[in-house]
């Protein structure tokens, strides 16, 4: 094929690409089924972990649980099996499946430092020999050191970028191989919109997160380049989420109910939308996507104005306050 001839062939994929994600509009694509499938979730004692691990096994998913915290995971896992007590199997199951006891032992949890790639590791082989194979993996596991740059020790901001960013390297070698082998799976990156655009006074978190989107990216074109197209790919961008992590963020009041804190439940349901049909993006909600066009075709001394207005330039601010002030309590406290 002549390059002409393809370029006519690739202008047609293009507009027919347009076309189908605007019929999405009007005719939403079907959900997946994630019954029995095993889904590992770092990050599961707490925050969007959690209700991510309650939205699969609401879905009769098989779920792993990582987590730092081995009591808010067994916590959560203890969610989980409530879940699992109270849902029925699907209508498509088999009759051999519908004879066995609702509630079966298909949660499993691990204590796991995903900033530390040895951890990641053995926690991993110990998943394949105890569970199996895995079909989804959810990389949500977060922190934030809540200071200003010049103030923040080295060790934080090494551990925000292992956590959030390096931990997603060493989970996909972990169980990539075997998505790649048979060419089945999902990988989810929970990132945020502070990956797509920025504020001050959070250089390493923002950081972080440009990082893991660019990892998301560069694999899911790694795996399109091997027509792995069984293994697909998510990428969750949300606004901020009232989860604590970023408590007294504030932007000018007059702007405030245009943009509100996300609720979680509501951040991880339209994920789980994104999930389950296989959306390649999310962001929540969807003016994020306007911002991010912006910020790609506006002259910077603009978006600072913009950021001005809005009350965004500083809207961390008061955030980085409240964390100083309870560092500093707690040092009080530990000197007496």
């Given at each position: 094929?002549?390059?002409?001839?393809?370029?006519?062939?690739?202008?047609?994929?293009?507009?027919?690409?347009?076309?189908?994600?605007?019929?999405?509009?009007?005719?939403?694509?079907?959900?997946?089924?994630?019954?029995?499938?095993?889904?590992?979730?770092?990050?599961?004692?707490?925050?969007?972990?959690?209700?991510?691990?309650?939205?699969?096994?609401?879905?009769?998913?098989?779920?792993?649980?990582?987590?730092?915290?081995?009591?808010?995971?067994?916590?959560?896992?203890?969610?989980?099996?409530?879940?699992?007590?109270?849902?029925?199997?699907?209508?498509?199951?088999?009759?051999?499946?519908?004879?066995?006891?609702?509630?079966?032992?298909?949660?499993?949890?691990?204590?796991?430092?995903?900033?530390?790639?040895?951890?990641?590791?053995?926690?991993?082989?110990?998943?394949?020999?105890?569970?199996?194979?895995?079909?989804?993996?959810?990389?949500?596991?977060?922190?934030?050191?809540?200071?200003?740059?010049?103030?923040?020790?080295?060790?934080?901001?090494?551990?925000?970028?292992?956590?959030?960013?390096?931990?997603?390297?060493?989970?996909?070698?972990?169980?990539?191989?075997?998505?790649?082998?048979?060419?089945?799976?999902?990988?989810?990156?929970?990132?945020?919109?502070?990956?797509?655009?920025?504020?001050?006074?959070?250089?390493?978190?923002?950081?972080?997160?440009?990082?893991?989107?660019?990892?998301?990216?560069?694999?899911?074109?790694?795996?399109?380049?091997?027509?792995?197209?069984?293994?697909?790919?998510?990428?969750?961008?949300?606004?901020?989420?009232?989860?604590?992590?970023?408590?007294?963020?504030?932007?000018?009041?007059?702007?405030?109910?245009?943009?509100?804190?996300?609720?979680?439940?509501?951040?991880?349901?339209?994920?789980?939308?994104?999930?389950?049909?296989?959306?390649?993006?999310?962001?929540?909600?969807?003016?994020?996507?306007?911002?991010?066009?912006?910020?790609?075709?506006?002259?910077?001394?603009?978006?600072?104005?913009?950021?001005?207005?809005?009350?965004?330039d500083k809207c961390m601010y008061p955030f980085l306050?409240?964390?100083?002030?309870s560092t500093n309590n707690n040092e009080s406290k530990?000197?007496?």
């Amino acid at each position: 094929m002549n390059i002409v001839t393809e370029l006519f062939v690739v202008t047609f994929k293009i507009i027919w690409s347009f076309l189908l994600a605007g019929a999405k509009w009007f005719i939403p694509p079907r959900e997946k089924s994630v019954e029995g499938q095993v889904c590992v979730i770092t990050g599961a004692g707490s925050g969007l972990g959690r209700l991510f691990a309650q939205e699969f096994a609401r879905r009769r998913a098989t779920l792993v649980l990582w987590d730092i915290n081995r009591e808010s995971n067994e916590e959560t896992a203890e969610m989980v099996r409530e879940i699992y007590r109270e849902t029925k199997p699907s209508a498509g199951s088999s009759d051999s499946v519908q004879e066995l006891p609702l509630f079966q032992p298909k949660v499993y949890t691990y204590v796991c430092d995903v900033s530390k790639r040895e951890s990641v590791y053995s926690t991993a082989e110990k998943v394949r020999k105890e569970v199996g194979n895995i079909d989804l993996l959810i990389n949500n596991a977060g922190v934030v050191s809540g200071h200003h740059l010049l103030e923040c020790p080295d060790e934080l901001i090494e551990r925000t970028m292992m956590v959030n960013c390096h931990a997603h390297f060493w989970t996909a070698k972990a169980f990539l191989p075997k998505m790649l082998e048979l060419n089945h799976g999902h990988i989810v990156t929970v990132a945020s919109s502070l990956g797509l655009f920025t504020t001050a006074g959070v250089e390493d978190y923002c950081a972080s997160k440009f990082g893991a989107i660019g990892f998301h990216e560069s694999l899911s074109h790694e795996l399109k380049a091997a027509d792995k197209d069984g293994i697909k790919m998510t990428l969750v961008c949300p606004f901020l989420v009232d989860t604590g992590m970023f408590n007294g963020c504030k932007i000018r009041k007059e702007m405030a109910p245009l943009f509100p804190p996300l609720k979680p439940e509501h951040c991880v349901k339209q994920a789980m939308r994104a999930i389950l049909t296989d959306q390649p993006m999310i962001c929540t909600p969807r003016v994020m996507y306007m911002v991010t066009f912006m910020k790609t075709v506006l002259p910077f001394d603009a978006i600072v104005c913009m950021y001005r207005f809005i009350g965004a330039d500083k809207c961390m601010y008061p955030f980085l306050a409240q964390r100083k002030e309870s560092t500093n309590n707690n040092e009080s406290k530990t000197g007496i």
